[in-house]
């Protein structure tokens, strides 16, 4: 797909599916671009503007003058060469080139189409900026991490190229592509944004949404494989109690359980009770509060979607330029709270869906309340073997791996640069926090799936769902049931690839 830029709205999925990028040529959006650009271009020459021509941060009291403003932006993204921490995937840097695209079009930080067009030369040469993951407070927006795309467009720094990590000086070498020279506010046009943290939230919330859905085909199998009732999924309850996500989830569930020979309705859990003195009335709180415990998380999903989406549209730089009425606004557009907020939320969001699916699982495994699959889901009686023990014992701590970091990072700003960025929103950091759960999350549902494709080769792969016997057999094709103790951790791997291929949706 190519996207082409203008000043509309991006949605995310325009984002995600762009595999080129094209800056419009429509003559009003260039018009607008371009007048905002030649008005703070004469403008400079006669006043001092904040990071144009003066310093920066609490240095803005140092007056540059108009011969050294371009000077300045060379240092700005130079001083600001101090990443650290793992680099972030060639993806992310990847979305973040698109998403700096998307703000600077919007013709009010008074950049030049020149400008545009270089970062639209990155995406059409596959020229990736590496960006380290760390080193952003999250206002002045992602400073130092971005300040590796102004680099790299000014001929420095490392890129992704060609399935290499190379000196970008050596790529531009190769290609005949000249080094571009900033004009005055262009390469703080460019770091003084919210990209990175919106980069970093945009790959986790697509992998959080296969996690999310494929939760919901485990939860339905835990009510097929535990011979549950299906009355807690119901549309009476649910209609009840109309929270948009809560009722999306259970409608999922139920569908991914359609067709079982397993489960049972509320009339036949009245029969069931008189006839198995074992038989609790009602089934625990795990499987019968899952659709309101996973609404909650869609809902917050949606919400969190919508305002990354409106971050990516919007224009966080700072002077903001209004280039038809010829004024400059000084603001903090920035300040990524939206962005942290978010993430911090589907933090405690993961922690959650983690927390269940520990439950669950532990559910699965345990003979005292897995209705007859027997103890750790042995197929073969004999004492010496433990079938998945160890098992749960791993998925067990990664919930705990991921509940632990669930601490707010938007509550630990941290005052910088003299105290002139003394309220910062640390959206970078609750987004790498949220990113770093999901490999976590990948493994524990891994686990959990084959967990359950034993239960369904006990239960009997004809009694169950259509749906929950197409993951059993997708899973079975790479990796046979579990008779005899041995390894594990190679089969774990396999269906996470099944996992993210969105096998179990």
Excluded at 166 to 192: C, H, Q, T, W
Excluded at 304 to 326: F, M, Q, R, Y
Excluded at 472 to 496: G, P, S, Y
Aim: net charge negative; glycine share 6%; hydrophobic share 40%.
């Amino acid at each position: 797909m190519i996207l082409t830029i203008d000043r509309r709205h991006i949605s995310l999925e325009e984002i995600i599916a762009a595999q080129k990028l094209e800056i419009s040529s429509e003559t009003h959006f260039v018009e607008k671009v371009e007048k905002a650009h030649n008005f703070l271009m004469n403008e400079i020459k006669t006043k001092p503007i904040y990071g144009i021509t003066t310093g920066y941060g609490a240095s803005g009291k140092n007056y540059v003058s108009y011969e050294d403003a371009e000077r300045l932006q060379t240092n700005l993204f130079r001083f600001h060469g101090c990443g650290v921490g793992e680099n972030l995937s060639e993806k992310v840097c990847r979305y973040a080139v698109m998403m700096r695209i998307v703000s600077l079009s919007k013709g009010r930080s008074a950049v030049s189409m020149n400008l545009l067009h270089r970062l639209q030369l990155l995406i059409e040469k596959d020229i990736i900026p590496v960006i380290p993951s760390q080193g952003s407070v999250g206002a002045s927006g992602d400073l130092t991490p971005l300040s590796y795309i102004a680099a790299v467009i000014a001929g420095e720094r490392e890129v992704y190229y060609k399935g290499d990590i190379r000196d970008v000086s050596e790529v531009y070498a190769e290609l005949g592509i000249e080094a571009y020279a900033f004009k005055p506010k262009e390469a703080l046009a460019i770091m003084n944004g919210t990209t990175i943290m919106s980069a970093i939230a945009l790959d986790a919330l697509e992998s959080f949404e296969v996690i999310l859905d494929s939760m919901e085909s485990y939860v339905a199998a835990m009510f097929e494989v535990l011979l549950g009732d299906d009355t807690p999924v119901s549309d009476f309850v649910h209609d009840s109690k109309p929270f948009s996500g809560q009722i999306a989830s259970a409608k999922n569930i139920q569908r991914k359980m359609s067709g079982s020979k397993l489960t049972h309705g509320r009339d036949a859990r009245y029969t069931k009770f008189f006839e198995d003195n074992d038989l609790n009335i009602q089934d625990t709180y795990s499987m019968r509060c899952a659709p309101q415990v996973l609404g909650v998380i869609r809902d917050n999903l949606t919400i969190s979607k919508n305002w990354v989406e409106t971050e990516i549209n919007s224009v966080n730089d700072n002077p903001l330029i209004d280039g038809e009425n010829g004024k400059i606004y000084t603001s903090g557009n920035f300040y990524g709270g939206y962005v942290a907020h978010a993430m911090d939320t589907l933090k405690i969001c993961a922690a959650n869906l983690a927390d269940l699916l520990d439950k669950e699982f532990a559910l699965l495994v345990d003979h005292k309340f897995n209705r007859g699959l027997g103890e750790n889901l042995k197929l073969e009686p004999e004492s010496y073997y433990h079938g998945f023990k160890a098992m749960q014992i791993t998925l067990s701590s990664l919930s705990a791996d991921v509940i632990k970091n669930t601490t707010a990072a938007s509550i630990h700003s941290r005052p910088t640069e003299s105290l002139n960025q003394d309220k910062v929103s640390m959206g970078t950091t609750a987004a790498n926090d949220f990113a770093k759960m999901i490999p976590d999350l990948h493994n524990m549902l891994s686990i959990a799936f084959m967990g359950m494709a034993q239960a369904v080769d006990i239960r009997g792969p004809e009694r169950v769902s259509p749906h929950l016997k197409l993951i059993h057999d997708n899973i079975r094709e790479d990796i046979l049931a579990l008779r005899e103790d041995r390894r594990m951790d190679k089969d774990i791997r396999k269906v996470k690839t099944l996992l993210k291929e969105k096998k179990f949706v």
